[in-house]
């Protein structure tokens, strides 16, 4: 499935066990020898009664994330269409939390798009950003000779968004990979390079950690749109033009949480020897 071009292989552990899925995630997303993907996501059926669902995220290098917005739509589409839940509000248990899918369907009962309660952003946490407060609000960073100027924001994984007279110009490859290990990072970061392009809408492209460049991401979405507003560049809704797709944003006054709204689309199903 994907969203917004941000595609992963989803695997229902309720029909299937997968015990080494760091190992699979690799594996199987090689885009020569395997499947193909950005990483693997496993879906399963929340033990406890506050969530409905639950996900695991690997990256295509098998590391584990925290949370992923594409993925969550996407699976807020899998778990209606196949019939698993006739909710068009589902509760999704994350390693970030549970968060709220509010699923749109149109006329032939099927998930066009989710809307996905993104919950508060977060604009500081020493572990994840080495300032001495944790935050940073366009601050300076020097790599690959350039200085770069940029925004932490994390939506449950952190986000580090510069914003550029034109992204499609940036080497998103060389300084992605150089930003994600750099030590202001104790845990890695997803990297976003982003430019205006008038009336709330925001070009974005993405360096995503563990895997690379991607067509989309949720996350990353929602943090540049949090960025953007923050430095004073767009209001608090704003549409994300990402290489996959368009996101839309909405960081709420009322409740300060982000709500992010997009498509979730199946590409195929197979089946796989482990």
């Excluded at 300076?140 to 992204?167: K, W, Y």
Aim: glycine share 10%; proline share 4%; aromatic share 6%.
């Amino acid at each position: 499935m994907h969203g917004a071009g941000n595609d992963y292989i989803y695997v229902d552990t309720s029909l299937c066990d997968i015990p080494e899925p760091a190992e699979l995630a690799r594996r199987w997303s090689d885009r020569h020898k395997g499947i193909g993907s950005d990483g693997l996501v496993l879906i399963g059926r929340a033990a406890m009664p506050e969530a409905d669902f639950t996900m695991r995220i690997f990256n295509a290098d098998g590391s584990e994330a925290r949370m992923c917005g594409n993925a969550s739509r996407c699976i807020g589409k899998y778990v209606y269409d196949k019939g698993l839940t006739s909710k068009t509000s589902v509760k999704l248990l994350t390693r970030a939390g549970i968060k709220t899918l509010l699923l749109h369907v149109d006329q032939g009962n099927r998930v066009e798009s989710v809307t996905v309660d993104m919950q508060e952003p977060c604009l500081a946490d020493p572990h994840l950003l080495a300032t001495p407060d944790g935050s940073m609000q366009e601050g300076g960073l020097a790599v690959c000779g350039q200085e770069l100027r940029g925004t932490f924001v994390s939506m449950g994984n952190p986000h580090f968004v510069i914003f550029t007279d034109d992204a499609e110009a940036v080497d998103v490859a060389r300084l992605g990979s150089a930003l994600e290990a750099n030590p202001l990072f104790p845990e890695r970061c997803n990297i976003e390079f982003a430019s205006l392009l008038g009336a709330d809408r925001i070009r974005t492209r993405v360096w995503e950690r563990g895997s690379g460049i991607t067509l989309a991401c949720g996350t990353g979405a929602c943090a540049t749109a949090v960025a953007a507003a923050l430095t004073g560049r767009s209001g608090r809704r704003s549409r994300i033009v990402m290489d996959g797709g368009t996101l839309d944003i909405a960081w709420s006054e009322v409740d300060n949480h982000v709500y992010m709204t997009g498509p979730a689309e199946f590409a195929f199903e197979g089946e796989i020897e482990i």
